[in-house]
């Protein structure tokens, strides 16, 4: 392995679907381990071969046709978690998290896709929020560890106007709403750190555009795909980078990765 540990997060949005323009992503980037979200398959239909052929170990948490999330990386995982703690009611599959051994000690990954919450004013909303609480107390948890922890995936919420292209047109939007980014914000008072606005205050960047109205080609974007650092974790960040360039290729997810490399130097 190399000095450095690259951490990326894809929502795929259908992994049989998206399965020829995953395997190209992982090809060309080769993240030590990737973070997939919305694979919309159960554990024993997910197309696991073409990923083991690309050198990854497959660690998965699905359900039919929604949701569904799953961990890729090259080395093998230890003691994964699936389910996000706190309400054993709930069945849908939004969370898998896994240790991983590497030279300077231990990683530790989750993959997570936080409710949508739309349309507002019906039950998906207080979901999403609750969902959020359970968050919050699980990572206060792991943040307790004090190891690298990276909480990585599709958080459905745009955390601040500059997030937006057109920040008006979302005043309406769950993942918009003041309740949503609140929610982000105390994530952030425990002392997790958004890794793209560690390293850049540039406006315009995005990881969705939606397939509808020529979003892409207007570059009407937002930014909910995110990397949380713990402390441990933010010491070791050297860089991150959204491969934009995904969301112009054939059958592409509306989602582009976001990628963050890591220092493993002692």
């Not at 933010?234 to 509306?254: C, F, M, N, W, Y």
Request: aromatic share 10%.
């Amino acid at each position: 392995m190399s000095a450095t540990l690259e951490i990326a997060t894809f929502n795929i949005n259908g992994v049989k679907a998206r399965l020829e323009a995953a395997c190209d992503w992982l090809k060309e980037a080769a993240p030590d381990i990737a973070c997939f979200q919305e694979i919309k398959s159960v554990d024993e239909a997910f197309p696991r071969e073409p990923f083991e052929a690309l050198g990854y170990h497959v660690e998965t948490h699905g359900q039919k046709g929604f949701n569904g999330v799953a961990l890729l990386s090259k080395m093998p995982p230890e003691d994964v978690r699936r389910r996000l703690p706190g309400d054993e009611a709930d069945e849908q599959a939004r969370y898998i998290e896994a240790v991983y051994s590497v030279p300077s000690g231990v990683f530790r990954v989750a993959s997570l896709y936080l409710p949508n919450g739309n349309p507002l004013g019906t039950e998906k909303f207080p979901y999403k929020l609750a969902w959020l609480d359970r968050l919050e107390a699980h990572a206060a948890d792991l943040m307790a560890l004090e190891e690298p922890l990276v909480l990585a995936g599709d958080y459905n919420i745009i955390p601040e106007p500059r997030d937006a292209k057109r920040p008006e047109a979302w005043t309406q939007d769950a993942l918009f709403q003041p309740e949503s980014r609140a929610a982000f914000r105390r994530l952030e008072a425990l002392g997790l750190t958004d890794a793209l606005r560690s390293v850049t205050d540039a406006e315009g960047l995005y990881s969705f555009w939606d397939y509808q109205a020529g979003a892409f080609q207007k570059d009407n974007g937002i930014r909910i795909d995110h990397l949380m650092l713990s402390p441990e974790a933010a010491d070791r960040l050297q860089t991150v980078r959204i491969d934009k360039h995904v969301r112009g290729r054939e059958k592409p997810s509306d989602h582009v990765p976001v990628v963050g490399v890591f220092s493993l130097e002692s």
